[in-house]
């Protein structure tokens, strides 16, 4: 994918990737003898949250970079340090309370992502926490958390549609700052589609981790990976962040990673095409180092890629695109990234059917789509206008 971009992205992307080594010191220091916009930079690190990898690596070309920018990126250093203590403070206090509730609770993403590749807090940012739990405790859980002061964020959604198909829930309360503390509740990696993900051998294959005295159960750096990778598709491949984090993790444990059960479980999954952007685009933008032999397993047809590329590249990552209608260029670069055509047509029809409600309300309203868009969005309203005159019919 060779896309010209700009030298403050160049260095963005080495500054991005994981190994503080000689190589990753020589490509950073030859990047600094461009002619480098500091406003720009400063701007793209903020934007994809990676100001502490960034301010890691270029406190070491000090002598290459102005003063007042490293003392910017220093100072955000340490605000997000001292604010990803606070978040892992309230972790420690909520998983004791599920612990006593007798809650089996796995923390994702967040501080212990950070540990688990960095061995540090600080390296990663996180505005809230993710918690993984079992389906049946989502009751209980929801019950502690409103007893430790935190409030549901409602959307208009019925417990049933929220329990199968969203199959996550935020909760947040107040701060001393001003900004509200959020937690989210999970129960399947796979979130606001009628796929599921199993979630049985996940559970089975927790790891113990020990950080700071307190000992958490964790995911399996196989069953890390799978996730990042089914996050970035359920958000349309633009978290760039998410890449850095599969580039470190390739770092960490390339070597130990079981790579036939992450393919397995993919398949089984129906992830396979997920899996295959997500480390394509790792490897094309942070250098992550998939073995050999792997990518060409996942590899899609060559048409799915032809037309997956009209939606999502190489610059509109790193520039931080952010589509007009966020929601619906998720939902088709999701419908597109489905691992086989006749499925992807079988689980629009199912969702329909079940969800049709909240799908009239998602794709059939004033808002006018053009373009692209607009074609692709054409088979959905027809769709749910067909299944509304079905439903009309039956009534009378």
């Known amino acids: 994918m060779n896309i010209a971009i700009s030298p403050e992205q160049n260095l963005l992307l080495a500054c991005a990737r994981s190994p503080f080594d000689r190589q990753s010191r020589d490509t950073i220091r030859n990047l600094l003898k461009e002619r480098i916009n500091w406003d720009r930079f400063f701007q793209l690190t903020r934007a994809h949250k990676i100001v502490p990898l960034c301010y ?18 220093h100072h955000a250093y340490i605000l997000n340090s001292i604010k990803s203590l606070d978040l892992y403070s309230h972790l420690i206090k909520t998983l004791n ?17 950070s540990w688990m590749l960095y061995e540090r807090l600080s390296v990663r940012t996180f505005t809230d926490l993710d918690i993984l739990i079992r389906p049946e405790k989502y009751e209980d859980a929801a019950r502690i958390l409103e007893a430790c002061s935190y409030r549901p964020v409602e959307k208009g959604y019925s417990g049933a549609f929220i329990k199968d198909y969203i199959r996550h829930h935020t909760f947040e309360k107040s701060s001393p700052s001003g900004k509200p503390l959020g937690i989210e509740i999970h129960w399947n990696f796979y979130a606001n589609r009628i796929l599921k993900f199993d979630m049985d051998i996940v559970w089975r294959s927790l790891q113990s981790i020990e950080l700071d005295g307190h000992q958490f159960l964790t995911l399996s750096p196989e ?35 079981d790579w036939k059960r992450i393919l397995r479980q993919a398949a089984v999954n129906r992830q396979k095409t997920a899996l295959y952007y997500a480390l394509w685009f790792s490897s094309d933008l ?10 060409e397993k996942l590899k899609p047809p060559k048409l799915q890629k032809k037309i997956l590329a009209l939606f999502i590249d190489k610059r509109k990552i790193v520039d931080g695109y952010i ?42 309203g004033s808002v006018s789509w053009g373009g692209i868009f607009g074609l692709i969005i054409s088979p959905f309203r027809r769709l749910i206008k067909k299944i509304e005159d079905i439903l009309s019919n039956r009534n009378t």
Do not use: M
């Open 286 to 295: 942070c250098g992550g180092r998939v073995p050999p032999g792997i990518l």
């Open 223 to 257: 069953y890390t990976l799978l996730h990042l990778a089914v996050n970035l598709r359920i958000h349309g491949y633009l978290n760039f962040r998410h890449y850095s984090d599969l580039s470190a993790l390739l770092e960490c444990y390339g070597k130990s990673l």
């Open 323 to 364: 589509p007009q209608n966020y929601k619906l260029f998720c939902d088709t670069v999701n419908f597109l990234t489905i691992d086989s055509p006749a499925e992807s047509w079988r689980l629009i029809w199912l969702t329909g059917i079940t969800h049709f409600h909240i799908l009239r309300k998602r794709y059939i």
């Open 97 to 113: 309370a599920f612990s006593e509730a007798n809650i089996d609770a796995v923390p994702i993403k967040g501080p212990i992502l």
């Open 56 to 73: 890691l690596h270029l406190k070491e070309e000090s002598l290459s970079v102005p003063e007042n920018v490293l003392n910017r990126l």
